[in-house]
């Protein structure tokens, strides 16, 4: 596994929680590292991306305002803040990584072709 997302967990609506990705098992360049969910009998939705050269950011209408991408200054671990947890949030979160900016990405998650196990993320009360 290169990337390795954690830190999900069963939150209340309105909760908060922090998912960290581990990339430092990835030994080849990237351009970015972005965040998606999946959700039963749902397609993959591009929440957030981090481009490397920049730092600049990009998310889903769904979260904006809501979620908040940051990096270390190793580039090896990718963070995401999430508050104002939603029950739509629920999902499974991973992180991935592509020779590709984040615009892809977020036009289609499906874009990027590395990626590792995910984290369980649940929003109920």
């Given at each position: 596994v290169q990337l390795q997302a954690s830190g999900g967990g069963l939150v209340r609506p309105g909760g908060s929680l922090t998912l960290s990705c581990d990339a430092s098992g990835f030994t080849k360049d990237y351009d970015a590292i972005g965040w998606f969910r999946q959700a039963p009998g749902k397609e993959r939705e591009g929440v957030s991306c981090l481009n490397n050269n920049d730092d600049s950011a990009y998310y889903a209408d769904s979260v904006k305002g809501r979620f908040t991408i940051s990096r270390d200054s190793a580039k090896t671990t990718v963070t995401l803040h999430m508050n104002s947890l939603k029950p739509e949030d629920t999902a499974v979160y991973y992180c991935a990584t592509d020779r590709l900016q984040c615009g892809w990405?977020?036009?289609?998650?499906?874009?990027?072709?590395?990626?590792?196990?995910?984290?369980?993320v649940t929003v109920s009360s």
């Open positions: 990405f977020m036009r289609d998650p499906y874009e990027y072709d590395h990626w590792g196990q995910g984290t369980q």
